[in-house]
């Protein structure tokens, strides 16, 4: 009786460390980091998949390392149940216990899509590109395009010959199979839920029109960022139009070298003297249309000028967050412009330092 126990117990033992010795290998197998080369498509899980489909489906990719040991996790631990057909992204590494909670918890089959502010068509045309599934039959050219139509704004701007300005800066969850010119449409309509009638009427009272109230918000959109200036560069915009004195801004010219596909992130000398109706450097008055992307804040400044005497303004260097000085006279202005080309240069010279040094 004595060796018949000591067998029992001897073969307890063993089915214990063998389970042990299992479960081990079971825990350290579904959480080891694989790595893959599918981390930025998109994986199918059919509709109907078995769990066992499903593992297979994905070891066959790389993405799950021992399919074995996935499947008896998913049987004594995991919950097969909860595993969920769609369109799944599994960053690389993983692991098969991380790509189980990917599955019980879903994807949303849709893509964020940020345009910034200030963003003109050109560059919008570009994100498109960068962010959404597309074809090699699909180029910017070809977005840029999608964005002469202006039929959903002929109401508001029915002068408008192309869609800047009225394409919302926000960041939108685009469906993944959304075709390009309804992403287009969704900023439009974005644009339209915050244009306001009464801003038209307002318009109206400053004998403009909603669509030059839209390009002087792209002006002062691209000219500060400080919330607070954006009312006072309107007034600057609004003195130098009464006194027809040409608006002087440089970001009209970047607009211009995007339009002819030759913006390398200099302002040329080239570029300063183009004959553009958009080159508000030698032509008087407002430029035909908006040169970006514009928010609410922008277009209320529009709206409402602060009422003031200044001409020109200038990069506040001392204080370096964006504001600026502002100035009544040429001669205050030139004092100032030596003052941020001291500091621009400045800056280049540490640029180049810092480059130098890193070489």
């Keep these: 009786m004595k060796k018949i126990l000591l067998i029992v117990f001897a073969l307890m033992a063993l089915l214990v460390a063998s389970a042990g010795a299992a479960a081990y290998w079971v825990a350290s197998s579904v959480n080891m980091q694989t790595e893959h080369s599918h981390a930025a498509e998109y994986i199918k899980i059919d509709k109907g998949s078995t769990p066992r489909q499903i593992i297979n489906q994905l070891s066959a990719a790389g993405i799950i390392a021992d399919p074995t040991a996935a499947s008896i996790y998913l049987r004594f631990v995991g919950d097969s149940s909860k595993l969920q057909a769609g369109e799944f992204q599994f960053p690389s590494p993983i692991s098969a216990a991380q790509v189980f909670k990917l599955l019980e918890k879903g994807q949303e089959q849709t893509i964020k899509l940020t345009i910034p502010e200030g963003f003109t068509r050109f560059d919008?045309?570009?994100?498109?590109?960068?962010?959404?599934?597309?074809?090699?039959?699909?180029?910017?050219?070809?977005?840029?395009?999608?964005?002469?139509?202006?039929?959903?704004?002929?109401?508001?701007?029915?002068?408008?010959?192309?869609?800047e300005g009225y394409l919302y800066p926000t960041t939108y969850n685009v469906p993944r199979d959304a075709k390009p010119q309804e992403v287009v449409k969704m900023m439009v309509e974005q644009f339209r839920k915050f244009w306001k009638p009464e801003w038209a009427a307002r318009a109206a009272s400053m004998n403009r029109t909603p669509h030059q109230i839209v390009t002087i918000a792209s002006l002062?959109?691209?000219?500060?960022?400080?919330?607070?200036?954006?009312?006072?560069?309107?007034?600057?915009?609004?003195?130098?139009?009464?006194?027809?004195?040409?608006?002087?801004?440089?970001?009209?010219?970047?607009?211009i070298a995007k339009m002819l596909g030759r913006w390398d992130g200099v302002i040329n000398k080239s570029d300063l003297e183009v004959d553009s109706p958009y080159n508000t450097r030698i032509k008087v008055g407002l430029p035909p249309g908006p040169?970006?992307?514009?928010?609410?804040?922008?277009?209320?400044?529009?709206?409402?000028?602060?009422?003031?005497?200044?001409?020109?303004?200038?990069?506040?260097?001392?204080?370096?967050?964006?504001?600026?000085?502002?100035?009544?006279?040429?001669?205050?202005?030139?004092?100032?412009?030596v003052k941020y080309q001291l500091w621009l240069e400045q800056q280049r010279k540490e640029m180049r330092a810092n480059q130098a040094n890193t070489q």
Excluded: C
Aim: without cysteine.
């Design 124 to 163: 919008i045309a570009k994100r498109m590109l960068e962010k959404l599934p597309h074809d090699n039959s699909l180029n910017e050219s070809a977005l840029i395009d999608l964005m002469n139509d202006t039929s959903m704004i002929k109401d508001i701007a029915p002068t408008a010959s192309n869609l």
């Design 220 to 255: 002062i959109e691209t000219e500060t960022g400080v919330e607070s200036e954006r009312p006072i560069v309107a007034g600057v915009i609004n003195n130098r139009l009464i006194r027809n004195i040409p608006l002087g801004i440089d970001q009209t010219n970047v607009y």
């Design 291 to 337: 040169i970006s992307s514009v928010t609410e804040s922008s277009i209320k400044a529009a709206l409402n000028p602060d009422v003031n005497n200044y001409l020109f303004y200038v990069r506040n260097v001392d204080l370096n967050d964006g504001s600026h000085w502002f100035y009544s006279s040429a001669a205050d202005f030139e004092k100032g412009k």
